[in-house]
């Protein structure tokens, strides 16, 4: 999602007759505002996920399927390891749930024992977790037509030698005033570890994608707000990304979301690849 810029039409007067002189402009009169253009709302999927989860990678390739039909542009999906089957790793094999990854998965259970694989899809009002994967497709199907109120818009800037990243964040309105929280996660693609596969076996080669690593500004992330036709950034610094976390397998996600779901959502590399160069 590329940030939208403001256009303004410069009011001319129009001419009583070929010999008259120009007519006086007020200065309020001599810029019209346009509205920013329309942009398209992306889809965050957050799946809640589990490598000692039998049915996890079924998920998975699910969510892999979508992304290819609607661009991973469009759908941008997270791997939150938490819940029962979440497993935070010991002296032998790698672990990828997290202490945060937990927090969401009760907060979502809501008390109750949620089944996994579930995901969420744009945090939609009146929609908890979709445990039914034969429903995920439709899901995105329903949200990806929508306009969004503002676009999502990342830099990153990554210190191979300190491994400190720092990233802003800007969010454009595009149609009204937007309230919300902006949530700054980062993402972890490629990492080959342990996971149970449907026919029961563990699959030691298994490679993880989109894996949830950390929230940079808080669990919830932090009030924002968002006027039509300006900018709202924020900076964040994450001071060292850990040694056993690749670099340039690392990407920033970053979203604004409300009562009504996530407003939108963009997701982009700490170190810049040749497919967003080109972009």
Not at 8 to 22: D, E, N, P, Q, R
Not at 74 to 87: D, E, Q
Not at 125 to 149: F, H, Q, R, T, Y
Not at 197 to 220: C, K, L
């Amino acid at each position: 999602m590329k940030l939208k810029n403001i256009f303004l039409g410069v009011a001319t007067a129009t001419m009583a007759m070929a010999a008259a002189s120009c007519s006086n402009i007020d200065e309020g009169d001599r810029l019209i505002y346009v509205k920013p253009a329309e942009v398209g709302r992306a889809v965050l999927i957050e799946d809640l996920t589990g490598q000692r989860c039998i049915n996890c990678p079924t998920g998975t390739d699910i969510i892999t399927g979508i992304i290819k039909t609607y661009g991973e542009d469009n759908v941008i999906a997270v791997g939150i390891h938490c819940g029962p089957p979440g497993f935070a790793g010991n002296s032998k094999r790698v672990g990828l749930k997290t202490d945060t990854g937990d927090e969401y998965y009760t907060h979502w259970a809501n008390g109750t024992n949620l089944g996994q694989p579930s995901a969420i899809f744009n945090r939609k009002k009146g929609k908890g977790p979709i445990d039914n994967l034969n429903n995920w497709a439709a899901e995105v199907g329903l949200i990806i037509s929508e306009k969004a109120n503002l676009s999502v818009n990342i830099a990153n800037a990554y210190d191979a030698k300190t491994r400190k990243l720092t990233t802003k964040v800007g969010a454009f309105g595009v149609n009204g005033t937007v309230s919300g929280k902006l949530q700054v996660w980062i993402v972890e693609d490629g990492i080959k570890a342990m996971q149970l596969m449907p026919d029961g076996s563990a699959n030691q080669e298994y490679i993880h994608n989109h894996v949830f690593r950390a929230a940079v500004n808080g669990t919830w992330g932090e009030e924002v707000t968002v006027k039509e036709g300006e900018t709202t950034t924020k900076q964040y610094s994450y001071e060292h990304l850990p040694e056993t976390w690749n670099a340039e397998n690392i990407s920033v996600v970053a979203f604004v979301y409300n009562d009504n779901g996530v407003e939108n959502v963009a997701k982009k590399h700490i170190v810049e690849h040749e497919e967003e160069t080109e972009k």
